[in-house]
C-alpha cells in the first residue's frame, strides 16, 4: 500500500494568516492522486480539494490551494486567511487505495 | 445532494455481544467504506466493497466481517465485541475509481463495555 506521512499532529496559526499543512507520500505509480478533506469538531468529513499526478496545475479551491511537488512527493495544502472556522483536523487520503494518514489539527488563534 | 446514513450516532455494547453497524447511500455509488477512526492514529480502513456481494479487506479486518447484498446497502459486523473495538466508525461511499471524492456518513462512536 502506499504511504500517506502528514508529519504535523497540530498547528496553530493566527487568524486572517496563511498557513500550509503537510503531506508528503510514498510512491511508484505514475498516475495518482490526492484529496484533502476537513473534519471539525463535529465529526463530518468535508471534501476540500483534489490534485491528480497528471494536472497540469496546482488545484485551487476558494481560500484553499495545493502546492504540488512531484519531485518531492508532497502535495501541501495551503489555507489562506485563516478563520476561526478553520479550526479542524485535516486529512489527505490517497485516491488510489484510500488510504489516510493520521492527520493534522489546525488551530486557528483569535 | 448525496447523502450517506448511518443507523445510530452513539451505541454501547458488552463485550461479546453481536454488533451490526449499518451504512446506506442514496446515491446509486458503487464504492462503499468502513473506517475506524482514533485519536492520533487517523482513518484506518477495514473493509471496502466495490460492487455488490464484493468485498476487499483493508489494513485491519481483524475482528470484523461485512456484508453488501443492495447496492445501497453496505453493513460492519462485529462478531464478538472487545473492548478494543471502542472506537468512531465511519462509513464511505464514492462513484467508480477515478478522480471521485468520498461521502461520509455522520459516524457511529461505538462504546464496548
Known amino acids: 500500500a502506499q504511504k500517506i506521512t502528514q508529519t504535523q499532529p497540530g498547528m496553530f496559526v493566527q487568524e486572517k494568516e496563511a498557513v500550509t499543512l503537510d503531506c508528503t507520500y ?8 490526492l484529496f484533502w478533506y476537513k473534519q471539525p469538531s463535529s465529526g ?9 499526478s497528471y494536472d497540469e496545475q496546482n488545484a485551487t479551491e476558494g481560500r484553499y490551494s495545493l502546492n504540488f511537488q512531484k519531485a518531492r512527493k508532497s502535495a501541501n495544502l495551503v489555507i489562506s486567511a485563516s478563520q476561526l472556522g478553520d479550526s479542524a483536523m485535516y486529512f489527505c487520503p490517497w485516491r488510489n487505495d484510500m ?3 493520521a492527520g493534522t489539527r489546525l488551530t486557528v488563534k483569535p | 445532494d448525496v447523502k450517506v446514513t448511518q443507523s445510530s450516532r452513539y451505541l454501547v455494547k458488552r463485550t461479546g455481544e453481536k454488533v451490526f453497524l449499518e451504512c446506506v447511500q442514496d446515491m446509486d455509488h458503487e464504492n462503499m467504506f468502513w473506517y475506524r477512526q482514533d485519536p492520533g492514529l487517523g ?3 477495514i ?3 466495490y460492487d455488490v456481494k464484493m468485498k476487499e479487506k483493508g489494513d485491519i479486518p481483524e475482528g470484523y466481517s461485512v456484508s453488501r447484498e443492495k447496492k445501497e446497502r453496505f453493513s460492519l459486523i462485529l462478531e464478538s465485541a472487545s473492548t478494543n473495538q471502542t472506537s468512531m466508525y465511519l462509513c464511505a461511499s464514492s462513484w467508480t475509481s477515478g478522480i471521485d471524492e468520498q461521502f461520509f456518513g ?6 464496548v463495555l
Open chain 1, 44 to 52: 463530518e468529513m468535508i471534501f476540500l480539494i483534489y490534485q491528480g
Open chain 1, 26 to 33: 510514498d510512491t511508484s505509480d505514475q498516475s495518482y492522486g
Open chain 2, 47 to 49: 473493509y471496502f466493497s
Open chain 2, 43 to 45: 482513518l484506518r480502513l
Open chain 2, 106 to 111: 455522520p459516524g457511529t462512536r461505538l462504546t
Open chain 1, 99 to 101: 488510504r489516510f494518514g
